[in-house]
């Protein structure tokens, strides 16, 4: 490899995107249909994002396998065969992977490259990658991921451990191998809940710390039988069509048309009772007030907490993982497969740490409250810094102002897309943005499809800058908020809020309004001439200049 010179702009493309995840792939794929010279770079060592990094054990997506896929391809639908209800980290990666292949995304992606900086000057951002390299792009392209910037608490004496640690979102590739070993995980979201329940039939004993508790719905996974892959081929089209205009969060299911408290006593219960058996997230889609009304959330909470005290034997036990602070689906619930089951086990240990903080991290082990636990590996199931995260990594500037800048008091975006002040950037499943509360795979094409056609527009129309208005910002960000407040969310201590990072604003950062309801916002936006954007043509901005 060549020295890298002071200065020297490597190469200009018309579109850097960045990340190579399911959102980088597509915006690749479009960006390429459309003509346009495309650059993909990926900080990991292969197409996955989420799914490259996040190989703990248990790993798995809690949306149905059928569903969570890419639906731009008829071809793609009909020849890829999922094996389970719910996918296995390894089965979405070979997905990721075959789609890359089959659309020859690869030789436009570059590998092991990070991000470092992007600064908007004069017509073109001029992006900086690790090691000094640079490359400028008239669009920026963020396709960076809500859940990707992997958080570890900074605990007094970790450094010292004599053991192993992990972060479930930091896997190693080769996999852990916890036979004989005295394990502590730390976390109970979600992939504390799904690999504790592996770890516990590994490991000599595992030590699960706690903070809060969360609810978690069974999966019920199953193999997908012949007939069942069938069914979703032959309707795929109908299917798909439902999810995007018809479903709040883009997964298919039977529309709730009445409230919890519609139904006698017997008659909920008998509703909850079948969607536990079923499993899924659908549990939350029982009734049509869980989010809105506390008295419906109550009769679904109340309901999950009796399933913990009936599966955990020891009562002490089952009452610390009960839920009591927060409504539930306030927090995005859990599907689990056997985790209360697990603390039946001889060789499972719970502890709360609520009531005894985690002090420090000995050369043997962990001390909360005034134990030492001895401690072999340490595995920290503690989350990301989500929505704004990846953003942060990567020092982007426009004029002096700086994303980390503006974002201080936490994010803003119009209508999730674009951010005032940063022309010619645009953002994939970011803040403002349904994203998180939705199917992502839904939520992606939708953005990429909107970007791509506004990159045609712009393109045809001689239009050389796009860039949200001040005032259209304010507006989306206030919309936004008055949204989430007349639901039931803000009352959680969710990453939603940003509540798991200390320090972090207290905003609920997606567009809780629906899938459904959200694409018809940017296509009237789009209808209307991209009504709250400026638009300038090329010689516009050397007349300013």
């Known amino acids: 490899m060549s020295p890298v010179t002071p200065g020297r702009i490597d190469a200009h493309y018309d579109a850097v995107v960045v990340g190579a995840g399911f959102s980088g792939l597509y915006m690749l794929h479009r960006l390429r249909a459309l003509g346009l010279a ?31 896929s890419y639906s731009f391809s008829r071809e793609l639908e009909q020849e890829w065969d999922w094996s389970e209800r ?19 995304l690869r030789p436009h992606i570059e590998f092991n490259t990070r991000v470092a900086a992007a600064a908007f000057d004069e017509d073109r951002w001029r992006v900086t990658l690790d090691g000094g390299r640079r490359v400028t792009a008239h669009y920026l392209i963020m396709a960076t991921g809500c859940l990707s910037n992997a958080r570890t608490p900074d605990f007094q ?13 930091q896997w190693p590739h080769e996999g852990v191998d916890f036979t004989g070993l005295r ?43 012949a007939e069942d892959r069938r069914w979703w081929k032959e309707n795929y089209p109908e299917l798909r069509r439902r999810a995007r205009e018809e479903m709040r969060n883009g997964i298919v299911t039977e529309i709730p048309y009445k409230g919890a408290l519609d139904d006698s006593a017997e008659a909920r219960a008998a509703r909850y009772e079948s969607r536990w058996s ?47 602070t927060y409504p539930i689906g306030t927090k995005r619930i859990c599907i ?33 409250g005034e134990t030492e636990y001895p401690l072999d590996a340490i595995v920290f199931a503690t989350g990301f810094d989500a929505m704004t995260g990846s953003f942060a990594k990567v020092d982007i500037s426009c004029d002096g102002l700086t994303l980390n800048g503006k974002w201080a008091e936490g994010p803003k975006s119009y209508i999730g897309l674009m951010v005032a002040g940063f022309p010619n ?6 803040p403002g943005s349904p994203s998180v509360l939705s199917n992502m795979m839904v939520s992606i094409e939708q953005h990429v499809d909107w970007i791509a056609d506004c990159l045609a527009h712009l393109r045809e129309h001689d239009i050389d800058r796009i860039e949200a208005t001040q005032e259209a910002e304010e507006k989306w960000v206030a919309y936004v908020n008055a949204v989430a407040h007349a639901t039931l969310y803000p009352q959680a201590d969710s ?46 901005v050397r007349a300013a200049e």
């Open 157 to 169: 004496g970790l450094d010292r451990f004599k053991g192993r640690s992990y972060h479930t979102g």
């Open 336 to 368: 689990d497969t056997d985790y209360f089951e697990t603390f039946n086990r001889p060789n499972v240990t719970l502890v709360d740490i609520r009531s005894a903080p985690i002090r420090e991290i000995t050369p043997d082990g962990l001390v909360a």
């Open 495 to 540: 990453w939603y809020m940003g509540a798991n990072i200390p320090g972090k604003p207290r905003i609920f950062m997606p567009y809780i309004g629906g899938v459904n309801v959200y694409r018809q916002i940017c296509d009237a936006v789009m209808a209307k001439g991209y009504e709250g954007f400026a638009l300038t043509r090329r010689k516009q």
């Open 278 to 324: 079923r499993g899924g997230l659908t549990f939350m889609t029982a009734y049509n007030n869980l989010a809105l009304e506390q008295a419906a959330n109550d009769t679904a909470a109340d309901f999950v907490r009796g399933k913990i005290a009936e599966t955990v034997q020891d009562p002490a036990v089952a009452k610390l993982l009960q839920p009591t």
């Open 183 to 225: 394990v502590g995980v730390v976390g109970t979201g979600s992939s504390g809940i799904q690999s504790i329940p592996v770890i516990a039939e590994q490991a000599k004993h595992v030590t699960v710390f706690q903070r809060t508790p969360n609810y978690s719905i069974p999966a019920r996974n199953a193999p997908l039988s």
């Open 425 to 430: 950037l645009f953002i994939i499943t970011g």
């Open 86 to 104: 719910y996918a296995s980290q390894s089965e979405i990666l070979n997905y990721a992977r075959h789609v890359a292949d089959r659309f020859a």
């Open 38 to 68: 495309a650059r993909v770079f990926e900080q990991g060592g292969d197409v996955g994002g989420t799914w490259y990094w996040n190989r703990y054990p248990g790993a798995r997506c809690d949306i149905e396998s059928v569903q969570y």
